[in-house]
């Protein structure tokens, strides 16, 4: 399983960004697809969680990016975005796409187990 994401760059504070995330490849085994998220590591900090988006459509969001950040994903369920908005400087981080694929037998737990190499976001202050 592989996740390419695409879409970081340099942005002014309080502009826009789109960052999309595509599947390719799939587990051994009879799978669940449970849903897909971004996180991001900004400077000198841990990875963080910003946005998930689970098979049902449901949607959670960090505090932080509420009202700014939108994730979707495609019919197929196997790409995501993360649009974003109103950029701040405490936005810039690596960000991260992350995908929750389960077993029949394990389920569904609500935490990723696949990520992507990560992708640039900055918005100098």
């Known amino acids: 399983v592989q996740l390419l994401e695409s879409g970081g760059g340099s942005v002014q504070a309080g502009g826009s960004l789109k960052l999309s995330c595509t599947r390719s490849?799939?587990?051994?085994?009879?799978?669940?697809?449970?849903?897909m998220a971004w996180y991001r590591r900004p400077p000198g900090k841990d990875r963080e969680f910003a946005a998930s988006?689970?098979?049902?459509?449901?949607?959670t969001y960090q505090e932080s990016v509420k009202g700014r950040f939108t994730i979707s994903q495609d019919d197929a369920k196997d790409s995501v975005n993360l649009q974003m908005i109103r950029l701040k400087t405490e936005d810039t981080a690596v960000y991260y796409c992350?995908?929750?694929?389960?077993?029949?037998?394990?389920?569904?737990?609500?935490?990723?187990?696949?990520w992507g190499q990560g992708t640039q976001v900055t918005v100098p202050s």
């Open positions: 992350a995908a929750e694929l389960r077993s029949l037998y394990e389920g569904c737990i609500g935490t990723p187990d696949y």
């Open positions: 490849g799939s587990p051994r085994y009879s799978f669940l697809r449970c849903g």
């Open positions: 988006i689970r098979v049902d459509g449901t949607t």
